[in-house]
């Protein structure tokens, strides 16, 4: 009897725990993941206009749509919007862990291998060359291999509504 109540209660609770504050957080050209009862779907934030977006969708999907196929999405319709960042990253002014990983890359191999090739080749300029090779190499392992980026917000929400056309002008 009362493992039945307690199932009862989370049911009846749970619609009350989904969280949609972070709607308001959430702006223009920026990537959402729109979460569907039967699918998901990436989506760029066209315009916000209150309490309503226009996404563009990211990929043809079978249950969301074409590609670029504009659909609205309500704050009534929302049912929660999870912020997908990692809990010690909710700052936004802490430095990014790919930005530490860049750095550290930069100077524990750039300048390293920069330091040798200046030594044994006259001038500074073969060792700047090869630090600031080391930099971007570093920075473009660190943000697409070890900390790739994706939505930052994810949407859940039981429909999208399709956009109206543009009005045309004669």
């Known amino acids: 009897m009362c493992h039945r109540a307690l199932v009862a ?55 969301c749509g074409e590609r670029n196929f504009k659909v609205i999405l309500s704050r009534a319709d929302v049912e929660d919007v999870m912020d997908e960042r990692p809990p010690g990253r909710r700052s936004d002014r802490s430095p990014s862990q790919a930005g530490l990983c860049t750095v550290a890359g930069t100077v524990l191999v750039g300048i390293s291998a920069g330091q040798y090739v200046g030594e044994t080749t006259t001038g500074n300029g073969p060792g700047l060359a090869v ?40």
């Open 9 to 63: 209660i989370v049911l009846l609770v749970t619609p009350a725990m989904a969280d949609p504050r972070y709607f308001d957080d959430i702006r223009a050209k920026q990537v959402i993941m729109v979460l569907l009862p039967d699918a998901q779907c990436e989506a760029k934030v066209v315009s916000r206009d209150g309490d309503q977006l226009t996404l563009s969708l990211k990929k043809t999907t079978r249950s």
């Open 131 to 170: 630090i600031a090779a080391g930099g971007v190499a570093s920075a473009a392992l660190c943000y697409g291999v070890f900390f790739p980026r994706g939505p930052r917000y994810s949407v859940s929400t039981s429909h999208l509504t399709p956009a109206p056309a543009p009005a045309k002008h004669p």
